[in-house]
């Protein structure tokens, strides 16, 4: 069975700090990979997504994320982290070959300090 | 533009009840996802339509779980005789349904909570 673990529970930073947030899946065919966000009080929300090409993809407000086929990981990236950015972040796997059955990591909660 | 809907934002019933959770997708996508989510943890799959039909269902964790979407849009989750651990988030998706290409599109939630 496909899993998704996340290398950290909750991650404090302070403003202009770096961040990088592991992901890793225990699938070894074809798959689709996700980062989501959830910002307090509201819904989870696509950060960027990776189905075939460059493995370092780049989403919405800074985020990157690459894809290691060889580590089977898809870490979350930004240089400059701001209080905004405080929020749930989700890694999410799709297995091509299980259909549509997309499964989350853990989550980890990012607090970033003004 | 409207996103996606769940109705009730918040449930609270007794166990051994029979509740229904509702969700309306953005118009137009036929892909339509339902997971649940408990604290500290992240979604986890329960059934996945593509259109009028259950595509895959293979996270629904007992026959006390049913859902349908009968005419390819909206959606509802019914759950019978409820239990303390099926208190949790249950959280709706959509998504235009090209298979394997998918960006989805949450919902806010329904917070279900069994006494």
């Known amino acids: 069975a496909q899993s998704v673990s996340q290398h950290n529970h909750h991650v404090i930073l302070s403003e202009a700090a770096s961040l990088e947030l592991g992901c890793n899946y225990s699938?070894?065919?074809?798959?689709?990979l996700f980062w989501y966000v959830q910002y307090p009080g509201q819904h989870l929300q696509l950060l960027l997504k990776?189905?075939?090409?460059?493995?370092l993809v780049k989403g919405i407000k800074g985020f990157e994320a690459e894809f290691i086929k060889s580590k089977f990981s898809f870490n979350l990236r930004k240089p400059s982290v701001q209080w905004s950015d405080t929020a749930e972040y989700f890694c999410?796997?799709?297995?091509?070959?299980?259909?549509?059955?997309?499964?989350f990591g853990p989550g980890t909660r990012l607090s970033v300090l003004p | 533009g409207a996103g996606v809907s769940q109705t009730p934002s918040n449930k609270v019933t007794e166990k051994g009840k029979y509740v229904e959770l509702r969700c309306d997708p953005i118009?137009?996508?036929?892909?339509l996802y339902w997971y649940r989510q408990s604290l500290g943890q992240g979604p986890e799959f329960l059934i996945y339509?593509?259109?009028?039909?259950?595509?895959?269902d293979s996270g629904l964790p007992n026959d006390r779980f049913f859902a349908v979407r009968p005419e390819g849009s909206v959606s509802t989750l019914k759950i019978q005789r409820t239990e303390r651990g099926d208190s949790a988030v249950y959280l709706c998706?959509?998504?235009?349904?090209?298979?394997?290409?998918?960006?989805?599109?949450f919902g806010p939630g329904t917070r279900l909570t069994v006494l």
């Open positions: 699938y070894g065919g074809t798959v689709n």
């Open positions: 118009s137009g996508h036929t892909a």
């Open positions: 998706a959509s998504s235009p349904g090209l298979p394997n290409t998918d960006t989805q599109y």
């Open positions: 999410a796997v799709n297995a091509l070959n299980y259909g549509q059955n997309f499964v």
């Open positions: 990776y189905f075939s090409g460059d493995p």
């Open positions: 339509f593509q259109g009028t039909g259950a595509a895959d």
